[in-house]
């Protein structure tokens, strides 16, 4: 009866298993704050079915939650540690050393997906989701034959920074674009088309991955979080807009106020 | 005033009722995993009105809602206990044999919908849902005369086992097939149809009841649970398609990553 | 700053507002039960900005929300308490007599509505909703110039109960008709057209209001608040059967299980 | 790690930066209540990725929320409070003077939009959402060429006063009017287009900003907060009445009740 989520026995947690990584009071670790936001995350409908997660790094420490648990209901324990230096000393790029592994699990298949950011983007935090607003974008745009979602004019674009090492965020009348790859059968695959993508678009903080979800990093908790909320609202707006017949792009001439002192 | 719901007296908790086989301080103990399951399901919109529930197997013993229930407030009192052997030497198919009884309710009408998933295919957890996205689904479909829901190439798509006594999940690529059956005017009679569906499918995980919902079933709780969950966010997405005018099944091209090392 | 939910000061609580009445540490207490439904609605869209409610009757004692309160912060000190039989004796039907008054406040205009439920119908509870689903239904049928929803052939209809005095409930073939009124300047005036519409329905749980919402009634607060469910359910089903140019009435032929035993 | 909603390190809050103004153990305190409703109003998808925002005017002291906090985890200590009187005396419009400033943020860029509420209409509080229902309404206004949502005969239209200094509410039978302005590159400049609205449209208590979302206001939090929430549900009901292809004014002929008594 006991499902994969029911944690690790006392008897396994032995240190040289590092599990002092995973052990923090303070709720702001990372893998204290990894198992709240996919809780969180979940009541969105990002995460549903054991689909989606997130990844924070702190330094050179890579925190990640394992294939295949319900996101609602993870636990610190249940989450592997990674170095990122040890992983770029590793001969092999599939193969991947981890310092702190949970015993019951197996290894994500979204972890390169989330180092690609961390070492492409040097991102705090990476954000896998599988709602299906992004989900419907990818669709539409299918349709047209499209490999880019694009929309301006809207409030919420403010809610994205201008681009990697660069300061400030996007304006109003920006357009906020974002590429879309294909699936693969396997998830590990995508790593290189993402990459490319991160190669095509430098300052892009999200791919759309087409009929799968999108990935979406920030340097840091904060800016990945609210960037993918700001990302979420606007498909839900496109898919809607769409639905309403309202175009994504529009030409706005600016309004411009009157400067009274 | 008294609801239903308002629990058992203490002085029908006899020990001949079997009362301690619904008593234990575990959260994950069937009788207290029922209840704290059919909230979160009522959040979700899948047992709305004391419509749908949900049955854990824990070997030979059968952990059963009662029938008309606020899902959201069922207790552990609330629950029967069955044994499958010895409901398998009743002489009616019709008649359980129940270990434990609530004094104030009678049996869910599903209760040999849930045993067939148990009998049939050893499933350790099966779940009912009246998710509006499902009966919209059988309603699209009774439009095209159609008795199957296929849909491919949707990554959430690989959040289903390949079937019974099989190892491994289903691709992206794999088309996911659930069988639609017509409903009936009273559930016990749905049975023979769900078992005549498991039969003619038995690969599924889930069978569609027209006008109705949808049973869905697993190994295990969590496997039942996340499949569930996959499912209806397939079933949406599905709704949202055919909204937009897109189609459940494609053709697509298997992206082929190049393979670096 | 202190806004109207705030509550009674302890000086006001005096014995000759039988403050007793409201006073309880049993949760089903309809002076704690009104809140945490009301609190459990509000999640729901039902009740939003301050609209609709719920009452329930216990004997000859009513129990009633104030005018204009935030739905979800209400507290048991905010409720009405009037007896119907003392009601029954005033020489104005809209001249109203409580037992117990809180304060700060107005009393509900759907006081009137509540007591026709409870008088004409014995209801236990009776709840109002602004729901905009049901507001949605009342305007999809205005364009038809129908006064009636009308559905059959879905499994939720069979949350109903057949009638007034009469046991069991509707089955899934049957159809679930529930009367349209008009909606009324002032929401008092609704009363004598929902009375008509109970006289001419008599088996009727629930009254749709145009442009309004939905009174729903049961024999307790168990039947009134699943049966509202229900009823939401069937609304929004209805109108994502509308946009998807699904029918809501159709002639189904019973599926037929062969008996086996 | 840390992001910047963890809040004031100890050794920051001296007396001279006012903390005491942000200190109570009163939940109706507005330092309290601000981050208590914009966490709920996070739940409400209206102030999604750090976008939105409350503020509160206590007699001459207003409270605001900073710039860029996400609104689900803010802290009484991450308020702003400034004087009315103070601001007045000002040189310059453009320039505010914080009596208490949270040390680690920057002031919000709806500040002189919530000071336009509380100087020109007397409001106790103002709200601004983004809710993707105002800006699909605005949308949709957009494309007939209009600067107006006019709707009427909808029973939550009740829900707003008749307007500044005017006793009683709209009724059934009322159109809400509520004006809509374009958007503007920077949020402060919307400030003398909103004000502008504010003297062409005298009874509103909310403006609508194009392709961005609302402000909307009342004379407590109470009245405010109601009013933002009836605003949304009928924001919500446009659209899909719009879906539906249902006309948001329509010319209904008064229901007139019977007088019994």
């Known amino acids: 009866m006991t499902p994969p989520t029911t944690g690790l026995p006392a008897e396994n947690t032995t240190d040289n298993n ?10 702001e670790h990372p893998a204290n704050l990894i198992p709240s936001l996919c809780a969180k995350f979940w009541t969105l409908g990002w995460v549903t079915g054991t689909g989606g997660g997130a990844s924070i790094r702190d330094d050179d420490l890579v925190y990640l939650a394992p294939s295949g648990v319900q996101k609602e209901l993870m636990k610190p324990s249940d989450i592997y ?19 702190r592994s949970p015993p019951v699990y197996k290894p994500s298949q979204c972890t390169p997906l989330f180092l690609a950011a961390f070492t492409k983007r040097n991102a705090g935090c990476c954000i896998h989701t599988h709602s299906h607003w992004a989900v419907l974008v990818t669709l539409i745009l299918e349709q047209q034959g499209s490999k880019e979602f694009r929309i301006n004019n809207i409030e919420q674009i403010k809610g994205f920074g201008k681009g990697f090492q660069k300061s400030g965020n996007l304006g109003y009348h920006d357009t906020l674009v974002i590429p879309v790859i294909e699936n693969t059968a396997h998830e590990e695959d995508l790593t ?70």
Chains 1, 2, 3, 4 share one sequence.
Request: proline share 5%; hydrophobic share 35%.
């Open 192 to 261: 290189e088309f993402l990459e490319e993508a991160m190669d095509k678009y430098p300052d892009t903080y999200a791919v759309l991955v087409r009929r799968h979800g999108v990935y979406v990093w920030g340097d840091n908790v904060h800016k990945a979080k609210t960037q993918c909320e700001s990302l979420d609202y606007l498909f839900q707006l496109a898919v809607e807009m769409k639905q309403l017949g309202l175009p994504w792009i529009t030409d706005i001439e600016p309004t411009i106020p009157t400067r009274k002192e």
């Open 81 to 99: 540690v990674l170095s990122l230096a040890a992983q770029a000393q590793s001969l092999s790029r599939r193969q991947r050393v981890y310092l």
């Open 18 to 27: 590092n599990d002092h990584l995973v052990q923090s009071d303070d709720p």
